[in-house]
């Protein structure tokens, strides 16, 4: 089991900037990547940013150049750092685990945290 929990959502202004934290708990040994993703009212669960075990990450093309995906393994917390914000990145954003267990692999949600871009 891994326990997700964010933290570092808000109301900013466009153009602004917010830092998202998920502190990871739990058999985090076993998490092979993590990720970021975000839901807009009355759309679908949409991915924003991974990083793999290895260090590679991967960003939606809406995000590419604005926001950073880190990982800090020590502190077993994930981050995304989001500048330039747009009206269009409020949502609430989701942190996701990928645990292997044997043969199987499980996928954990945090309980998202709410940005809102806004002037």
């Keep these: 089991q891994v326990r997700l929990v964010e933290s570092g959502g ?60 880190s990982r800090d393994y020590a502190k077993s917390t994930l981050h995304l750092q989001m500048n330039s914000l747009k009206p269009e990145d409020t949502a609430v954003y989701y942190c996701n685990a990928h645990q292997v267990a044997g043969t199987q692999l499980f996928s954990y949600w945090g309980q998202g945290t709410l940005v809102t871009v806004s002037s």
Excluded: H
């Excluded at 839901?39 to 924003?48: F, N």
């Excluded at 290895?54 to 809406?62: F, K, L, P």
């Design 10 to 69: 808000g109301l900013v202004q466009p153009g602004g900037s917010l830092s998202l934290s998920c502190a990871a708990s739990g058999s985090i040994f076993s998490v092979v990547d993590m990720g970021w993703y975000r839901q807009a009212p009355g759309k679908q669960r949409e991915l924003v940013a991974t990083i793999g075990s290895g260090g590679s990450t991967n960003y939606a093309d809406s995000v590419k150049g604005r926001f950073t995906i």
